[in-house]
């Protein structure tokens, strides 16, 4: 084998490493972690890791939603709102006098109803999804905050309040709470989903070339649907979630956390354009955005230098995968 065929061999591997997409918020997690133990010796213990994880938890399962969605070719920022919108029902109904696993319900069902409406509008529709959702992410928290005002309703039963300290099992002192047995097992569910059924080739076939996948035979008006539905179902039972953490609900509650929730998919390796994502990724980069803001947090970094840091991280994370193209380029040449 001459020089050049060794040099384009080591080219397509190093290419063919950096796309692996899940590789770069792993390798982003492993330097972050050992900054943060750095910065305190808090980030060697577990549970102090695990006590500090539940906000964000919470929108890490929003998050698994919105990859199935990103790769699909489309975006959901009206997940925070939804969450908030799925509590306020919750909490007015019981004030109203109806039990409070009725009024749960009721409020899954705002959330059900919600991700139908953005479904509809974009899928049968054919409106742009960033367009629907950026009006009902407004139109949603409006909602909360005509029924709500600037007050907050609280005064839950005790058996719902603070549900994410309910610990599940310990392990060397840490305690494994309700929330994250939640998370992994919705991590599971849309990973099969997603990697391993036909539903989920179809999510990637719609986001990789929408009119090829019409032209097959998907029905991508009934796959794009389903895929906000499931959306607000997950947004309404975080929201609820968060409710029973903060022991009340707000209109203001996860404002502009759709931010948060969409750097995680984006770091996660899911590619904005559609066609590309990954359930592990997301996972990886939750874990990720829980250490780098807990972290942040620690260090008396003010928000304003967190969401540089947070917004520095994202482009890297973008940048590096895309490096691969450049090196196939470099060798075509």
């Known amino acids: 084998m001459d020089t050049g065929s060794i040099r384009g061999l080591k080219t397509r591997r190093i290419g ?20 943060s133990m750095s910065l305190s010796a808090s980030f060697r ?22 990859t199935l969605i990103v790769t699909a070719g489309m975006i959901d920022l009206s997940v925070p709102a939804v969450m908030c919108c799925s509590a306020t029902v919750t909490a007015l109904l019981f004030h109203a006098g109806l039990p409070m696993a009725a009024s749960i319900v009721f409020g899954i069902l705002t959330g059900i109803g919600c991700g139908t409406i953005n479904g509809l509008l974009i899928a049968y529709f054919n409106l742009p999804a ?19 005002g ?4 609280g005064a839950f039963p005790q058996w719902f309040n603070s549900f994410e300290k309910k610990t599940l099992f310990s392990v060397g002192g840490a305690n494994f709470g309700i929330t994250l047995f939640i998370f992994l097992l919705v991590a599971a569910f849309f990973y099969l989903l997603l990697h391993r059924t036909g539903f989920g080739r179809k999510i990637f076939a719609v986001g990789a070339n929408e009119q090829a996948a019409i032209h097959s035979g998907i029905n991508t008006r ?14 309404a039972l975080m929201g609820i979630l968060t409710m029973s953490r903060l022991l009340l609900v707000r209109y203001d509650m996860h404002l502009n956390s759709e931010i948060d929730v969409v750097i995680m998919v984006l770091l996660g390796g899911a590619d904005i354009n559609g066609g590309r994502g990954s359930i592990i990724g997301t996972v990886i980069a939750v874990i990720l955005v829980i250490i780098m803001k807990t972290g942040l947090i620690v260090a ?23 490096i691969s193209s450049l090196l196939q380029e470099m060798k075509d040449k």
Not at 130 to 148: A, D, E, K, P, Y
Not at 222 to 235: A, R
């Open 16 to 35: 063919n490493i950096l796309a692996r997409r899940e590789l770069v918020p792993f390798a982003l997690l492993i330097v972050v972690l050992i900054v």
């Open 222 to 235: 009934q796959v794009k649907l389903s895929l906000f539905i499931m959306s607000g179902f997950v947004s």
């Open 130 to 148: 960033m367009i629907v959702t950026i009006g009902t992410m407004n139109l949603f928290r409006g909602i909360s905050q005509i029924f709500i």
């Open 45 to 66: 213990d577990l549970s102090y890791i695990l006590r500090t994880s539940t906000r964000y938890m919470e929108l890490g399962m929003t998050a698994l939603t919105m």
């Open 150 to 153: 600037d007050k907050s309703q």
């Open 300 to 322: 008396n970094i003010t928000s304003d230098a967190q969401m540089f840091v947070m917004g520095l991280i994202l482009l890297v994370s973008i940048i590096i995968p895309n």
